[in-house]
């Protein structure tokens, strides 16, 4: 069974919001820190390191 990538995402976001039931505030730092290192010339050397 192929899954998209996102789908995935979604449901274990979902998931680990239900259950763990981190603060709103650690959600919205995680996303946009993200997006930002996403967007930025760090992500090139973000990547080797989880690599």
Do not use: C, F, H, N
């Not at 760090?42 to 990547?47: G, H, I, K, Q, T």
Request: net charge neutral; charged share 10%.
């Amino acid at each position: 069974m192929d899954v998209p990538l996102w789908l995935a995402l979604i449901v274990v976001g979902w998931l680990g919001i239900k259950l763990v039931r981190p603060p709103w505030w650690l959600i919205a730092v995680l996303l946009l820190g993200g997006y930002l290192l996403a967007e930025s010339g760090l992500a090139s050397v973000a990547d080797t390191t989880v690599k």
